[in-house]
C-alpha cells in the first residue's frame, strides 16, 4: 500500500541537542511538506520542498533544519535554536501541482 | 489576509443524532475547501473536499459538506453520527500558488465528542 510513514512515534530531546524526525513516501509525490501542531491551534507550516535538492521555508521555520536528496524522503532536524520544540509534527506530501495534501501518522517530540 | 474559522472548539452529540461543524473562510477568490478528521494521537485524514462544480460534496464515512459562497461557509454535516466519529475536525483553505506549492491554512479544529 503507498503512503508515508514517520518515525519515531514518540521522540525525547534533551536540553541543546538536535534531533531529527524521518518522513518517507511511496506515492511518488513531488511535493513534501512539515507541519507543527499545537493544541488549539491548528497546523503551521514549517518547510516545504517541490523537488530533490530545493526546499522553502514556511511560516515558522526558524530553529527547524530540513534536506531533500531523495524523492521519498524529506527528514526534519530540531536544532537547539528551537526554545520550544514541544509539539506534535506532521510530515505531507501531495503531487506536483496538486492541491491535496495526504498526512503520515506524526511524530511526538517531548524534552526531557 | 487569508484565513479559516472554525467557531466551535468542543461539540458533544449523542450517537446517533445528526452532525454540522462550521468553517468559515476568508479569501479573495474561489478557494480550494477540504475537511480533515484526526484521530488522537494520529495523522490527519483527507474527509472530502472542493474546487468546483456542485457545491454538495460527498465525502468518505458518510459525511458530506456544502459550498457556500455568499455566506464564505463550508459546513461538514453527517445525518447520523456514529461512535467512531470522535475525533478532531479540520477545516482547511488552499489559499493561491505560489510557485506550483498549493498553500494551505488550516482553521484551530473541532473537536467532536460522542456520548452513546
Known amino acids: 500500500d503507498g503512503g508515508i510513514t514517520q518515525s519515531p512515534k514518540y521522540l525525547f530531546r534533551k536540553e541543546g541537542q538536535n534531533v531529527t524526525l524521518s518522513c518517507e513516501q511511496n506515492l511518488n509525490h513531488d511535493a513534501m511538506y512539515w507541519y507543527r501542531q499545537d493544541p488549539g491551534q491548528g497546523l503551521r507550516l514549517i518547510y516545504y520542498s517541490q523537488i530533490v535538492n530545493d526546499f522553502q521555508k514556511g511560516d515558522i521555520a526558524e530553529g527547524y533544519s530540513v534536506s531533500r536528496e531523495k524523492k521519498e524522503s524529506f527528514p526534519l532536524t530540531v536544532t537547539s535554536a528551537q526554545k520550544n520544540p514541544t509539539a506534535f509534527y506532521l510530515c505531507?506530501?501531495?503531487?506536483?501541482?496538486?492541491?491535496?495534501?495526504?498526512f503520515g501518522p506524526g511524530t511526538r517530540l517531548l524534552v526531557l | 489576509a487569508q484565513s479559516v474559522t472554525q467557531p466551535d472548539i468542543h461539540i458533544t452529540v449523542s450517537e446517533g443524532a445528526s452532525l454540522e461543524l462550521r468553517c468559515n473562510y476568508s479569501?479573495?477568490?474561489?478557494?480550494?475547501l477540504f475537511w480533515y478528521v484526526q484521530s488522537p494521537g494520529q495523522g490527519l485524514q483527507l474527509l472530502l473536499k472542493?474546487?468546483?462544480?456542485?457545491?454538495l460534496v460527498q465525502g468518505i464515512k458518510g459525511f458530506e459538506a456544502e459550498f457556500k459562497r455568499s455566506q464564505s461557509s463550508f459546513n461538514l454535516r453527517k445525518p447520523s453520527v456514529h461512535w467512531s466519529d470522535a475525533a478532531e475536525y479540520f477545516c482547511?483553505?488552499?489559499?493561491?500558488?505560489?510557485?506550483?506549492?498549493?498553500?494551505?491554512?488550516f482553521g484551530a479544529g473541532t473537536r467532536l465528542a460522542v456520548h452513546p
Open positions: 505531507a506530501s501531495s503531487p506536483s501541482g496538486g492541491e491535496t495534501q495526504y
Open positions: 472542493y474546487f468546483s462544480g456542485d457545491t
Open positions: 479569501y479573495g477568490a474561489t478557494p480550494y
Open positions: 482547511a483553505v488552499g489559499a493561491g500558488n505560489y510557485g506550483g506549492y498549493n498553500k494551505l491554512i
